[in-house]
């Protein structure tokens, strides 16, 4: 059994976050230590620790934090300028909570990422 993290405290708003969407499958806000102008934090209701943790079942549920995260990237106004989306996986990406999340960032260049 998956042990529980922080973010499912902010699903349940049994703590505070400063919550921007959610639905019966994803819930998004914005990171307690923003990495640019827009850091939003997009998750599945569902607890799923790592993205090794994913199956064929969620495909779907995969597919609609996507369609999640472009429906904020309009809301926020940086469909246009850009931005970058990122999932980190276990020790060496530097994940820290062990509920998965998408980190949508934009509001400036952000730079390149490689190369
Ligand atoms: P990771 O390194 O696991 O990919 O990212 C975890 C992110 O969650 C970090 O950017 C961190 O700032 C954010 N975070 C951790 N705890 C909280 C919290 O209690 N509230 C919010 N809004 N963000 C959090």
Redo the contacts with the bound molecule.
Sequence with gaps: MAQET?FSK?IRRE?P??IVFQDDKVTA?????P?APTHI?IIPNKLIPTINDITEQDEMLLGHMVIVVAKIAKQEGIDESGYRLIM?CNKDA????FHI?M?LLGGKNLGRLVG
């Design positions: 922080i902010i703590i976050a400063d806000f914005r990171d307690i230590s990495q934090l980190n530097g994940q820290e909570v999340h980190h």
